[in-house]
């Protein structure tokens, strides 16, 4: 439905949705998987500054399906002084999010402290500040406690797009997608190869 309303694919969660709460009628107990999508409405040629990843290649392609070319990538981007960070949990869906647009001191203990709160959501991802200097630093973190690519929300934050984080857990994840382009399945692939790895760090 959104690829016909015009929009674009920018990323996948697998295992989003509660067995409770279905779009269509399914005979089982797996979460439902959700593919995210973004409507591309800036007027001209959009522009964006991010600092450079493990995900450099698939965060290219995903702006390139979505118009936005004029990319640049930055070694050393001004930070704020406070920190920025925010929580969004939703029991009744099972989801736990946590939003960091800002942090200027984020060691294993500050991350510890962070991602326990999400921990009573069966479903938990983490949104970091593509535009942050610190975020690969941030993301080796990540990876110890399973966190994998789900993609990429451009403009998400003030002051940067968001890295979209997913936690790989035991929840049982439907394996039967559908989807309405070869771009949205090429998402969905390139989330599950990320989780494989992530699963196969010590």
Request: aromatic share 14%.
């Amino acid at each position: 439905m959104q690829a016909t309303l015009g929009g674009r694919e920018i990323g996948f969660f697998i295992g989003r949705v509660p067995s409770n709460i279905r779009y269509q009628a399914i005979n089982d107990d797996s979460w439902s998987n959700v593919l995210l999508y973004f409507h591309p409405t800036l007027a001209g040629q959009p522009y964006l500054q991010i600092t450079s990843t493990r995900y450099d290649n698939l965060i290219i392609r995903i702006l390139d399906n979505l118009g936005i070319t004029k990319l640049e990538f930055v070694e050393k981007l001004n930070i704020q002084k406070r920190n920025i960070i925010s929580f969004r949990i939703s029991p009744e869906w099972g989801t736990g999010d946590l939003l960091i647009e800002n942090v200027n001191l984020a060691d294993t203990n500050f991350w510890q402290e962070q991602l326990q709160k999400l921990e009573q959501q069966p479903a938990r991802a983490v949104y970091l500040n593509l535009s942050h200097p610190h975020i690969n630093d941030w993301l080796e973190i990540l990876w110890q406690h399973k966190y994998f690519f789900a993609g990429i929300i451009p403009y998400f934050f003030k002051t940067g797009s968001a890295l979209v984080m997913q936690q790989a857990t035991d929840l049982p994840y439907s394996k039967n997608n559908q989807f309405a382009t070869s771009f949205g399945r090429q998402i969905y692939e390139w989330c599950m190869a990320d989780r494989e790895r992530v699963l196969s760090l010590s």
